[in-house]
Each structure stands twice: as structure tokens, then as C-alpha cells.
């Protein structure tokens, strides 16, 4: 990579950190392209050289760190662990990411409505199917997890929603109430509440 590459490759991640930052604290409407400009410290022209349009750069950093955590859970999965362990380890690296990325939660909970039917309309795809992927892998370890009798012999791609909403649940409550623990630290619960109820009783 050239220097003139990296120059690109780091106004990109200044740009796009900075619409984080203003998305989640402002939501999506009040955010002009001038306070994402005035946070990055770079001209307003120099994000139209990256971006199209503000939608671009809101679904940009939700792409992002959408990414950024699937390449964690990829890693995850390659342990050599049980089904079931690799299944807890997702859930304590879910829980993980998404506390040090909290304006990139709060930003997907503030999704505006317009902004989801324009999703599904014209940008389907960038958002949603890395969102399916996710559970994709989750959907395969369940599936692993069946065939060693670790797990009951359920829907596995339900469980894996059903897995994804108990970590999102505990999420939404630590963003809302403004928990001063950790978010990582509830990994125990979460497990014990889908373990509980997915694994083969003995």
C-alpha cells in the first residue's frame, strides 16, 4: 500500500468514525454533512470523495463493524473446541464487541424508519446480509452441536435467532438503563438461559 493509499484508507476511518460518533449521539436526521466534516477535521468535499450521500456513510459504518465482529466470530469458530464451548465463546465475543462499540449499537437502534424501507428497496443487501451471515454461522454450530448430542434435535436456525436475541435483549437493557458494569460480564447469564433450554437433558 502506497502513501497515497493509506492517506485514503485513514480519511475513510476518520470520516467514518466521526459519523458514529454524531449518528449516535444526534441520530440519523439532525447529522449534517457539516458536523460529520467539522468532527473529522477534514472539508466537506473531501467526504464526497468517499461517500455518496449521508445515507451512504450511515450504512457504511453499520457495514463496518458488522465486518469487523463477523471477523471475530470466524476466528472464534475455528478453535478446537466443542460445538457447545464455541457456541458460549460467540456469545462472550458478541457481548464483547458490542460494548466497545456502543455508538455503533446505539446508531442500528436508532435506525430511522424511512431509512429500513430504503434498505430494503435499494440497498438490500449491504446491511441485512451481513446480519444473515451471522447467523449462518451460529445456524452451523447448532448444527454441529445436534449431531454430538450436545443439543436437543430442534429448528437449529431458530435457536440461533433466538441465541442472537438473548444477547441483543441484554444489550438494549445495558444501553438504555446506562449499566455501569460491564456488558461482557452477563456472557454466564445469557449462556445459562439458552443452554438451559437447547441441550439434551441426560
Not at 3 to 18: L, N, P, T, Y
Not at 147 to 161: F, T, Y
Amino acid at each position: 500500500m502506497n502513501k497515497r493509499q493509506i492517506k485514503q484508507r485513514d480519511h475513510a476511518i476518520q470520516i467514518r468514525e466521526a459519523a458514529e460518533k454524531l449518528f449516535a449521539k444526534r441520530g440519523f436526521y439532525p447529522t449534517t454533512m457539516d458536523d460529520i466534516a467539522r468532527e473529522a477535521k477534514l472539508a466537506k468535499g473531501t467526504i464526497y470523495l468517499y461517500f455518496d450521500n449521508k445515507e451512504d456513510l450511515f450504512f457504511s459504518a453499520i457495514e463496518n463493524k458488522l465486518d469487523a465482529l463477523l471477523a471475530r466470530i470466524r476466528e472464534a469458530v475455528k478453535e478446537p473446541l466443542s460445538p457447545a464451548q464455541r457456541i458460549k465463546l460467540t456469545i462472550g465475543i458478541h457481548l464483547k464487541f458490542l460494548e466497545e462499540n456502543r455508538d455503533c449499537f446505539k446508531i442500528m437502534q436508532s435506525f430511522p424508519e424511512q431509512l429500513k424501507e430504503k434498505l430494503e428497496r435499494k440497498l438490500k443487501g449491504r446491511v441485512i446480509e451481513r446480519q444473515s451471515q451471522y447467523i449462518k454461522i451460529i445456524d452451523r454450530l447448532i448444527q454441529e452441536a445436534i449431531r454430538k448430542g450436545e443439543v436437543r434435535p430442534l429448528d437449529s436456525r431458530k435457536l440461533a435467532v433466538v441465541l442472537m436475541g438473548i444477547a441483543h435483549s441484554l444489550t438494549v437493557y445495558w444501553i438504555s438503563k446506562k449499566e455501569k458494569g460491564s456488558l461482557s460480564e452477563d456472557e454466564s447469564l445469557a449462556w445459562e438461559i439458552f443452554w438451559e433450554g437447547a441441550r439434551r437433558k441426560v
